[in-house]
């Protein structure tokens, strides 16, 4: 079955430091990977997508990911944070073989100035 | 409307009441998902639509859980005789295609507590 590890439930970080959240699926193929962003209140928010070719994307927000096959990994990475960027974050990972959708438990991040 | 709205924002029941929770797409969106995110949980997968038809339900917890999509645009959850641990967020997304491979939108959620 397909799953997704988040192994940070939480993360601290300087406001100008840089950033990366870990993520690591479960698939026997090439699956579709996302990062979803929630603030409290909001609905979830998407950063980025990697279905295939390049194996690092950039999304909005100056995030960007990368795809290591070898790994099952898809870290999420900012060069320097900012406060706003205080929030939920989730990997998520879809498949080609059915119309399921499966989110990790999320990384919370805290930003101090 | 410009995203996914659901209503009601806020829903408090009584254990063994009956509940529904309504989801308005995107105009024009072919896939409706609803999730389920317990308090600290990431979103899990509940059912999937595809216009009217629902193509998978096999995230449902049990047969309490009956969800709908009578015209292939508004949807609904309906949870019988709730229970506590039905407690979560429930949350509707919709993409303009079939499958997962596009983006989903999300709507902002329905808060269930049951007491």
């Known amino acids: 079955a397909q799953s997704v590890t988040q192994p940070d439930i939480h993360i601290t970080v300087s406001e100008g430091a840089s950033l990366e959240l870990r993520c690591n699926y479960s698939y026997g193929a090439t699956p579709y990977l996302f990062w979803y962003v929630q603030s409290p209140g909001q609905g979830l928010q998407l950063l980025l997508k990697?279905?295939?070719?390049?194996?690092l994307v950039q999304g909005i927000k100056g995030f960007e990911a990368e795809f290591k096959r070898s790994q099952s990994s898809f870290n999420l990475r900012k060069p320097s944070v900012h406060w706003s960027d205080a929030a939920e974050y989730f990997c998520a990972v879809g498949t080609n073989t059915g119309n399921q959708f499966y989110f990790g438990t999320g990384t919370s991040l805290t930003v101090i100035p | 409307g410009a995203g996914v709205s659901q209503s009601p924002r806020y829903k408090v029941a009584k254990r063994g009441q009956d509940v529904a929770l309504r989801c308005d797409p995107i105009?024009?969106?072919?896939?409706l998902f609803w999730y389920q995110q317990a308090l600290g949980q990431g979103p899990e997968f509940l059912t999937y639509?595809?216009?009217?038809?629902?193509?998978?339900k096999s995230g449902l917890p049990s047969d309490r859980f009956f969800a709908e999509r009578p015209e292939g645009s508004v949807s609904t959850l309906k949870i019988q005789r709730t229970q506590q641990e039905d407690s979560a967020v429930y949350l509707c997304?919709?993409?303009?295609?079939?499958?997962?491979?596009?983006?989903?939108?999300f709507g902002p959620g329905t808060r269930l507590t049951v007491t």
């Open positions: 990697y279905f295939s070719g390049d194996t």
């Open positions: 997304a919709s993409s303009s295609q079939g499958g997962v491979g596009f983006e989903q939108y």
């Open positions: 105009s024009g969106h072919v896939s």
């Open positions: 639509f595809q216009n009217e038809a629902q193509l998978d």
